[in-house]
């Protein structure tokens, strides 16, 4: 394989020994490119590998500086171009198959290149770059130039690929957008030149765009002023304005995800949405292909969206996810969908041989497959990539033929070390992690996620077959190790245990017991040499909580398998007395460790500093305990991460290979390094693992992220180094080989009977071994590991064990129970107050305190959520009362009427700022200033009229009061021109201006300011008026209260069961109450704390002793109550409560009534009856007294209603009032919008004419520039062919000498040229090959350059030249004719050239007038804007108050048209209106007199006029009759017997010439469209010259204005002097000019004929000798 020069580079050329890479086995990542018809390539990590097709051969390319970025081919140079990942990469060219660098691109990007793309025409190559820079950029990689760049910023580009028929076309592709990139070419001058493509929206469909620069459909407001664009509107005026779109406006787009070009230089450009487009890169019209409706696919699943797309031959190549390679058919703008192949796999990638024979299909995973096209189509498997990345790998014992990787999918593979060919695959259908292969035996150990370890039998590699399980725990395999000489197996869990495993067959692989590490097991490393009878064993594990490393050291006999029940506990952990553990820790973090086999040493791999240190280990009996180990030897690593390290099988030779992709191989000893390779590097994480063979001569190393497998050979080692290595492998392999026989025969006779189960004591048969596989998770599931296994058995010993206390456990256990269970039931009958809970029944007072303190913690959880809700609801109050409360000066409150549902309410109001309040003092005066100096203004122009002017003094006085009267007029304007009704409430409004003098934006800010002064005024006195209202209703309430107090008691007098009606104020009218808590609206009893509830009971029994004290006995009260019934006097309201006591006789009967009881009894009756009377008097007195106080009360609250009737009216006209006044500040606000608005647009306008401008002046740069190459390239054009011209015409002069028959014959062959063969393709391949032969190739030139020289040389042959002819006139006239043709190919490259130049400057040219079409428009744009500005200032929107039904108008549209509308007073309309009335009905009087007149006379004219008529026409008729004549055509009708077919023929003639004519009318009408297009292109030169003729002429006509006054001023006859003395002196140096040109000239062409006679004298004389 080819070695190149940077890997030999890379090679340490150390003392003892060089690495060399032998092969490169690597997946693509990215993709496969073709560098021939039969050869592909693809990056893998620091390697790009070549695979011939026809022969699998392979060769590599490697990058000298890491990883290699990304790729890209260039067939017809068969180079190959890739970039390095490094800071500043460089891009690097090489030649294949010679793998030679050509060049070294190098540019000014800082991170990475993510696209690179050659061109197929010529030497160019386009480079993308990623951040910060995203950089396009275009290179002559022969020259190493930059030719253009252009940085497109935040564009990230997945896709870059030049037209295959035209490179001057660049296409990128994104996932948001296409763009296609036009290379414009000017002599050695490149340019760039994108266009965007408008891809559709998600469904396919097309977004109607507006412009959003100078939309043109934008509606016209008459009312509002102009309606502008969204920028202006949003307030933009940079380059953002030029984009901006509203979120509402902007609609998702299809989603681009690859594209291709075909022949026509069109795009087929694929989307996720399953679309797919076709778009012309010349209009970037975009055409969205439609599927046809009929076609179904043949195994009916729907087409996903293509995610690789290939061209052929009249339609598309796609594939996507679904791993189906799909054929398009695309006719017109639809296509049909056939299945061509499946792959099974998701296809990432597809493309196409140079010669279209072979299609490559490269899927996800990293397989590539070649489909050759033909009668029978074949699909070859080109390279199997394995499934997911490499997880270990691992020599197959000796280990110098085979070997066997994992991948974390499951996937065992074995390969030959040879040549890197795949021999066999086995799935285990399970996560692995981890692989080594037994020294002992030909078998290896697989650890998976779930904790198996899986043994397999590799004695045959083509078929590799797992012939035992062991389930050891469910924490994952990271660790399998076996001893140098393949005793035991250690395998390593993440929970930090060690298993020891039997590692021979022979003894079913048997698990001898397990210890216990740190949590995180880094590295296991054993020594077992031939000498010893032990295997030490060390276990390296982290401590980061002290930045150290724990190492674990202790000694397993060679004899454990035979004692292993002594060394192993029943839970089979193995005792740490019997292994002689041992604990170390180490100064530094340790990312690695291994023991050494020499001197007890420890050699460690630092993780934080660059050393690789050596430990002495002290003795065993030295320390108890932890001892902590200093380095003995200490080397810097040169290679920087964390490394892990390795000992060869002699354990001289120590490997360390870090992050850095470097493996050092030391002296184990001096720790010096005798050899050195980079294999890989940091940008892949460096290297995951080595493997050397026990003969040491092969290395693998395997990349951690590349997933690149490096095979490396010694190209130099020395002698003493190899010799003990071999030395000491061979004693080995002699040790060992009597026990590989034994233990691999086993393997061979006793296959069926190994034990495939996780229990080493039975051995299930291999069918339960399938099943186990096929389903590994159910089987899990329901199995135990061996931990558990052992746990059971050691519980069911200690079970037996401890049986009878088990029972006495359980016995005391079932009676506790029936005691709480009795004691529950008891709770559940007592009241729910003294009920407990039933977590307080739980005997486990651990968990009942856990219980109580998780509910304490949640309780304390919830106070505090509960005090956080509160005090956020306290700081939302305080909040809202501070803005809405607490800010008011005025607070709002409602008033309500007593009898009526009416309420009026206040205006709540603020204070105003003293900001505020400056701002209206400022204005204020500012405005009586104006005020003032218009006064002066007036009186300065009356005085001065009145000075010019002579009047009368009556006259004088008169005009005086108008002046006075306009003065009053104008500072009182009247209501329906200030526009609301102010001052009805007082307000002053003699500062405010007239709604017809706002213009400026200075007015309209001030007016504002005293709007809303004026505003602020009338809300004061309204709330003046709403304040006094208020008192009154409270001097009502109280007023109320009084009569209401006496109306009580005469109710209570007069027993009557009427409600007293008292009014109150609701919380509306006193709204300060809703801010207020009263103790009864709290529903929840009241929470007092501790501390104020024992104070509350300390003080209670002392205020119930003082209750008591003032309650005790009062016999003055007691006896009053008693006795007069409570009082001392009897009052008049006492007479309806007096009651006359009846005589104690009235109890007997009336006969047995005394004289004196019967007189008594008289008494009692006049009494009763003269206290009824006086009852009546008062009961009438009392009710008369409540109707006259209910009946004030009814008039003063009813009197208040009224008043509050008037304050509603006043409110509503106040409402109304401020409603006008914030109207007029709303028209006034949105004026200044609008101005704004105008404003934004015009400095956007401004910015974009600048910005036109400036690509004016570059466009202008670049057409000067472009017509100077041009011109210049143009002279060297003309040159050659004047040269050409020359050689032709010199040829008979130089061969004058010779007979002129020979010089005839000599000018044929002079004028001859040899055939060059053009390159034409094989007819298969150009029916196969879509583009065909590309066109514009500088390589094709080269090489007709060359077959045209070639041809030369067989013209110049000797056996071409004419008899006769000396042989050095033959030479001269080879050597003539050589020059001839070499400077006609010049002229025609030059011609090509030139003609490249002339489009690039009709481009330049176009560009400009584009440019200046823009600038035109923008000016367009401006003075409309400006006009419309104009328009906007001048037309005002005021304010109007009319009243309702005084102006009707029966169209209602007039009224929105004010352009010619004035104001004048209703009364001069009214008049009007009367006087054109009376008018009018005079008018119509007479009107209807004339008309009845003129309705008889138009009767009588048109009867008359009728018979004139009927006249004319009899006399028409008779002339008719008259001039009758018989036609020839009616001739031929009789006489003709075909008279129908006669006309058909005619019919016909007529048509075709109609056809002819129409056919010349229309080349009229296309040769006048381009007369019309070639005028109006003229027209607008013209145009534009006459503009600037015109402002050439202003100037002009200023001077000459200028001219005419200097000349007016000077002198007419002084200018015609100097003007003649001036014309004469310039005749005279006219005429001395032409002499000295006359004399020059004849000087050139004495020159030229010395030049010409010179130029003669050096050709040869041909003589004839």
Not at 829 to 838: F, G, N, R, S
Not at 1359 to 1372: F, Q, R
Not at 1483 to 1507: A, R
Not at 1643 to 1659: H, N
Request: hydrophobic letters at 35%; charged letters at 30%.
């Amino acid at each position: 394989m080819a070695q190149t020069r940077e890997r030999d580079e890379a090679s340490h050329q150390g003392s003892g020994g060089a690495l060399s890479v032998r092969w490169v086995q690597g997946f693509p990542k990215q993709n496969v490119h073709f560098v021939n018809d039969n050869t592909i390539c693809y990056p893998s990590g620091n390697y790009i590998i070549f695979i011939n097709l026809e022969t699998k051969k392979r060769s590599l390319l490697s990058c000298a500086n890491g990883t290699v970025g990304v790729m890209a081919t260039n067939i017809p140079y068969e180079m190959v171009a890739f970039s390095d990942r490094r800071l500043k990469p460089l891009i690097h060219i090489y030649s294949f198959p010679g793998l030679t660098r050509k060049n070294k691109l190098k540019g000014n990007i800082l991170l990475d290149y993510t696209l690179l793309s050659f061109s197929y025409c010529g030497t160019y190559l386009a480079s993308y770059s990623s951040l910060p820079e995203f950089e396009l950029a275009l290179w002559n990689w022969e020259l190493n130039v930059i030719l253009c760049k252009k940085s497109q910023h935040g564009m990230d580009v997945n896709q870059m690929s030049f037209n295959p028929m035209n490179w001057h076309q660049l296409c990128l592709s994104s996932s948001s957008s296409v763009s296609v990139w036009t290379i414009e070419r000017s002599n050695q001058e490149h340019y760039f030149k994108q266009k965007s493509v408008k891809l559709p929206l998600e469904d396919g469909t097309f977004f109607n765009e507006t412009d959003i620069l100078f939309p043109s459909s934008l509606p016209k407001d008459p009312i509002y002023g102009p309606v502008l664009p969204l920028a202006a509107i949003a307030g933009l005026v940079g380059e953002e304005a030029e984009t901006f779109r509203p979120k509402d406006d902007v609609y998702p787009l299809l989603h681009p995800t690859m594209h291709c070009w075909t022949p026509t230089s069109d795009l087929y450009v694929g989307c996720e949405e399953g679309h797919l487009l076709l778009v012309n890169t010349e209009t970037l019209k975009v055409t969205v292909l439609q599927k046809k409706e009929d076609e179904t696919l043949l195994d009916g699943t729907n087409l996903i969206s293509p995610i690789t797309l290939v061209y052929q031959k009249d339609g598309l190549l796609a594939s996507g996810i679904d791993g189906v390679l799909y054929s398009f058919i695309v006719k017109d703008s639809k296509y049909s969908v056939t299945n061509c192949l499946s792959t099974k796999e998701p296809v990432a990638h597809l493309v196409f041989s140079p010669n279209y024979k072979t299609l490559l299909i490269q899927t996800e995973k990293g397989s590539i497959y070649s489909y050759t096209f033909g009668e029978e189509p074949v699909l070859n498997n080109i390279l199997d990539a394995c499934d997911g990345n490499f997880q270990a790998i691992d020599l197959i014992t000796p280990g110098n033929k085979f070997f066997m990787t994992v991948t974390h999918s499951g996937e065992v593979s074995v390969w030959s070390i040879e040549d890197c060919t795949c021999i066999s695959k086995t799935y285990l259908k399970t996560t692995t992690t981890t692989l080594a292969c037994s020294p002992s035996s030909l078998s290896a150990a697989v650890g998976s996620m779930d904790g198996c370890v899986y043994f397999l039998d590799i004695q045959e590699e083509d078929c590799p077959e797992v012939v035992h399980k062991t389930f050891l725990s469910e924490s994952p395999v990271r660790h399998l190790i076996f001893d140098q000489l393949g005793l035991f197996l250690f395998v390593g869990t993440s929970e930090g245990k060690l298993f020891v495993i039997n590692a021979k067959p022979s003894s079913l692989f048997k698990i001898l017991g397990f210890t216990e590490s740190g949590k995180e097991i880094l590295q296991i490393s054993t020594v077992s040499t031939l000498e010893t009878d032990s295997v030490e064993v060390m276990v390296l594990s982290p401590l980061p909580e002290t930045g150290s490393s724990r190492l674990e050291i202790f000694t397993l006999p060679k004899m454990l398998s035979q004692v292993s029940t002594t060394f192993a506990d029943e839970r089979g952990r193995l005792r740490d007395e019997l292994l002689h553990k041992f604990l170390y820790e180490t100064e530094h973090m340790l990312s690695s460790a291994v023991l050494g086999f020499q001197n007890n040493r420890i050699y460690g791999f630092c993780s934080q500093v660059p050393y690789i240190c050596s430990y002495l280990i002290p003795e065993h009996l030295e320390h108890i305990g932890v001892c902590v180990l200093r380095p003995f030897l200490k080397v810097q690593s040169k290679q920087y991460g964390p490394g892990r390290l390795f000992l060869s099988l002699h354990g001289l030779w120590l490997m360390s290979v870090a992050k850095c992709g470097i493996l050092c191989i030391r002296d184990a000893l001096t720790l010096e390094t005798f050899a050195r390779y980079r294999s890989h590097s940091h940008q892949g994480h460096g290297i995951q693992s080595l493997i050397l063979s026990m003969d040491g001569q092969h290395i693998l190393v395997i990349g951690k992220d590349d997933n690149t497998l490096v095979y490396l050979k010694w190209r130099r080692l020395g002698g003493s180094l190899a010799n003990e290595m071999t030395s000491y492998c061979r004693n080995i392999v002699t040790f060992m080989i009597s026990t590989m026989e034994e233990e691999n025969n086993y393997l061979t006779t006793h296959h069926g009977s190994i034990d495939l189960g996780n229990n080493p004591e039975h051995t299930p048969s291999t069918e339960s071994l399938q099943e186990d596989l096929q389903i590994p998770e159910e089987n899990h599931q329901e199995e135990l590991s061996w931990i558990q296994q052992k746990s059971q058995e050691a519980i069911k010993n200690e079970i037996k064990l401890f049986s009878q206390k088990r029972k006495a456990i359980k016995m005391g256990i079932k009676e506790l129970a029936k005691i709480i269970m009795s004691m529950m039931e008891e709770n559940e009958e007592v009241d729910p107050i003294a009920k407990l809970d039933e977590e307080e029944f739980a005997l486990d007072l651990e968990e009942l305190e856990r219980l109580q303190d998780q509910s304490e913690e949640e309780v304390a959880k919830i106070k505090k959520d509960a005090e956080l809700h509160n005090l956020a609801k306290s700081y939302l109050t305080e909040l809202l009362k501070e803005e809405c409360w607490n800010s008011m000066s005025v607070k709002g409150r409602a008033l309500k009427s007593f009898h009526i549902p009416c309420t009026v309410e206040n205006f709540p109001m603020k204070e105003r700022t003293a900001e505020e309040m400056e701002e209206l003092k400022t204005v204020s005066q500012q405005r009586k200033i104006e005020i003032e100096c218009l006064k002066i203004r007036n009186e300065i122009v009356e005085a001065q009229s009145a000075a010019t002017a002579v009047k009368k003094p009556q006259e004088e006085d008169d005009e005086e009061e108008e002046e006075e009267n306009k003065i009053k007029k104008d500072t009182n304007l009247p209501n329906y021109l200030l526009g609301s009704l102010s001052t009805d409430f007082g307000v002053d409004t003699s500062l405010l201006s007239s709604q017809l003098e706002l213009h400026s934006r200075e007015e309209k800010i001030n007016q504002i300011v005293l709007l809303k002064d004026v505003i602020y005024k009338v809300k004061t006195a309204f709330n003046n008026e709403f304040n006094a209202a208020y008192k009154q209703k409270e001097f009502e309430i109280a007023r109320v209260k009084e009569r209401n107090v006496r109306i009580k008691e005469i109710i209570l007098d007069l027993e009557l069961e009427e409600i007293v009606w008292q009014p109150e104020f609701e919380d509306c009218e006193k709204p300060e109450r809703a801010l207020v808590v009263e103790d009864h609206e709290v529903e929840v009893q009241k929470y007092i704390k501790p501390w104020k509830k024992a104070k509350l009971e300390a003080v209670l029994p002392h205020e119930i002793n003082q209750w008591v004290h003032a309650q005790g006995s009062n016999d003055r009260h007691r006896g009053l109550m008693d006795m007069m019934g409570g009082v001392l006097e009897v009052k008049k309201e006492d007479i309806l409560r007096m009651v006359i006591p009846e005589p104690p006789f009235m109890l007997k009967p009336d006969a047995l009534w005394t004289e004196d009881e019967k007189k008594q009894f008289k008494e009692y009756e006049k009494k009763v009856k003269e206290l009824n009377e006086e009852r009546d008097k008062y009961r009438k007195s009392l009710e008369a007294e409540l109707k006259k106080l209910q009946s004030s009360i009814q008039e003063s609250t009813q009197s208040f209603d009224d008043h509050l009737k008037r304050l509603f009216e006043r409110r509503i006209k106040a409402e109304m009032v401020v409603n006008q006044e914030e109207l007029k500040i709303n028209n006034l606000v949105f004026s200044l919008l609008l101005d704004e608005e105008l404003s934004f647009r015009e400095k956007f306008l401004n910015n974009y004419r600048a910005k036109k401008q400036e690509e004016k002046c570059q466009t202008t740069d670049a057409i000067r520039k472009a017509r100077e190459d041009l011109d210049m390239y143009k002279e060297n054009y003309d040159n050659l062919v004047a040269e050409d011209k020359v050689l032709d015409r010199s040829f008979k002069k130089e061969f004058s000498e010779i007979p002129s028959s020979q010089v005839e014959i000599l000018y044929k062959l002079f004028k001859r040229r040899p055939r060059v063969h053009k390159h034409k393709m094989h007819p298969d391949s150009a029916n196969v090959t879509p583009f065909g032969e590309r066109p514009e190739s500088g390589k094709l030139n080269k090489d007709a350059f060359a077959q045209l020289m070639k041809g030369m040389d067989d013209l110049d042959n000797i056996a071409n030249m004419p008899e006769g002819l000396d042989p050095s006139t033959w030479e001269h006239f080879c050597a003539t004719r050589r020059i001839k043709v070499e400077n006609e190919f010049k002229v025609k490259q030059k011609a090509i050239g030139l003609t490249e130049m002339g489009t690039f400057l009709r481009k330049r040219i176009e560009d400009d007038e584009n440019v200046q079409h823009e600038i035109e428009r923008v000016l367009h744009e401006l003075i409309l804007l400006q006009e419309d500005k104009v328009k906007f200032q001048l037309d005002l929107t005021i304010q109007i108050l009319l009243k309702q039904g005084q102006v009707e108008l029966e169209n209602f549209q007039l009224i929105l048209e004010y352009s010619d509308a004035i104001l004048i007073n209703k009364s001069i309309i009214e008049e009007l209106n009367s006087v054109i009335r009376t008018q009018g009905q005079k008018k119509v009087g007479s009107m209807m007199e004339s008309k009845e007149v003129h309705k008889g006379i138009y009767q009588i004219e048109w009867e008359h006029k009728k018979m004139e008529m009927e006249m004319e026409d009899l006399s028409q008729k008779a002339w008719d009759i008259q001039m009758l004549f018989f036609s020839r055509d009616r001739q031929k009708f009789l006489n003709e017997p075909n008279y129908e077919s006669l006309i058909a023929l005619q019919i016909g003639i007529m048509e075709q010439t109609i056809q002819v004519i129409d056919k010349t009318h229309k080349k009229n009408v296309e040769h006048c469209k381009k007369l019309l297009r070639k005028l109006g292109k003229v027209s607008n030169q013209k145009d534009a010259a006459n503009y600037n003729l015109s402002c050439n002429l202003q100037n002009e006509l200023v001077a000459v204005s200028e001219r005419k006054d200097i000349c007016n001023s000077m002198g007419t006859m002084l200018t015609c002097e100097k003007i003649a003395k001036e014309q004469y002196e310039s005749m005279i140096q006219q005429q001395k000019l032409t002499s000295i040109s006359k004399q020059q000239a004849e000087q050139i062409s004495i020159l030229q004929a010395e030049v010409e006679r010179l130029r003669m004298r050096t050709f040869p004389a041909l003589v004839q000798l």
